[in-house]
């Protein structure tokens, strides 16, 4: 009986395993998470689950065969539970299984970033990395002396303005395979925007025509309306075709959307619909053109696909 009973109950959970593994595929299909994750996923829950199984039956085991049990209840009852519980450990087994797939909701762990790096360590990290003459640290120097509370630009929040631009390059250094080039961009990527002495000239003059171009690039223009989708894609496809405006624009959005703690619902709203139907597609278009930085566009799409549920 016990031998039967062991058998069905590992047959029964190697089955609803497999079941769920398909279930899952579905279920995540459009998350595009790696098939080989749900396999290794489902593996680990498969090994975690059999050896508790495994555990209870021998416990019962061992209380049975050495009269633990028997010598505490009346025979009859001892022979009835003794051919019941085979049956009521597979039963509980496929229901925990039933209830951790379709009841229980998991706990969700949301990615965030740094939404205010620290100033100075970055300074050092630029200097590391590229010198004490490098153009990152020039860009650096010359968003943190103009885009700050005491001349006026500040974020929604409050802090420094350039505090936005820090984090987006710092998002680029921690995750994605960039250069001097990509940081600089990073840092630069709103001064044109905000600042009425920064213009694409001036950006020729002080960091070199490749810079100027990839920052107009991500550089939206006076008197067109981006809050029309065609506008706005227009604008990402643009942006699309060249390597380091793409990772600056992808790591600019991920930046603001680790900020709308405090933000209206209308805008929060607002940014959800524009991250699902535009920024999305942009990141897939993105990583097609960048296959060293695959591993980022997949942290953004995960990023990106956590707020829109």
Wanted: aromatic content about 10%; overall charge neutral; charged content about 25%.
């Amino acid at each position: 009986m016990w031998v039967t009973a062991t058998v069905v109950t590992f047959v029964l959970y190697a089955l609803s395993e497999v079941f769920f593994h398909f279930y899952n595929i579905g279920k995540h299909k459009g998350d595009k998470i790696p098939q080989k994750k749900l396999v290794i996923t489902r593996a680990e829950q498969f090994v975690r689950n059999a050896l508790i199984i495994t555990v209870v039956f021998l416990c019962w085991t061992l209380l049975a065969l050495t009269g633990s049990i028997k010598a505490i209840v009346e025979a009859s009852l001892y022979d009835k539970i003794t051919k019941v519980l085979p049956i009521l450990i597979s039963l509980v087994t496929v229901s925990v299984l039933l209830y951790n797939n379709f009841i229980k909701k998991p706990k969700v762990e949301y990615l965030r970033f740094n939404p205010k790096p620290s100033k100075s360590d970055f300074r050092k990290e630029i200097i590391s990395k590229y010198g004490e003459n490098s153009v990152a640290l020039k860009a650096l120097d010359y968003v943190t002396e103009n885009m700050n509370l005491k001349k006026g630009y500040s974020r929604y929040n409050g802090d420094d303005y350039y505090v936005h631009p820090i984090a987006v390059a710092k998002i680029l250094l921690d995750n994605a395979v960039c250069t001097e080039t990509t940081v600089a961009v990073a840092l630069l990527h709103d001064c044109v925007e905000d600042l009425p002495q920064c213009d694409e000239d001036f950006l020729k003059n002080e960091y070199g025509e490749e810079i100027a171009h990839k920052v107009m690039l991500v550089t939206k223009k006076q008197g067109i309306d981006y809050g029309l989708s065609s506008n706005m894609s227009e604008y990402l496809d643009a942006i699309s075709e060249d390597r380091d405006s793409s990772l600056v624009k992808t790591a600019d959005r991920m930046n603001n959307n680790s900020t709308m703690e405090n933000r209206s619902e209308e805008k929060k709203k607002s940014k959800t619909k524009e991250t699902k139907e535009q920024y999305l597609p942009f990141t897939e278009k993105a990583m097609e053109r960048d296959k060293n930085n695959t591993g980022f566009y997949e942290l953004a799409r995960t990023f990106f696909a956590q707020d829109i549920r």
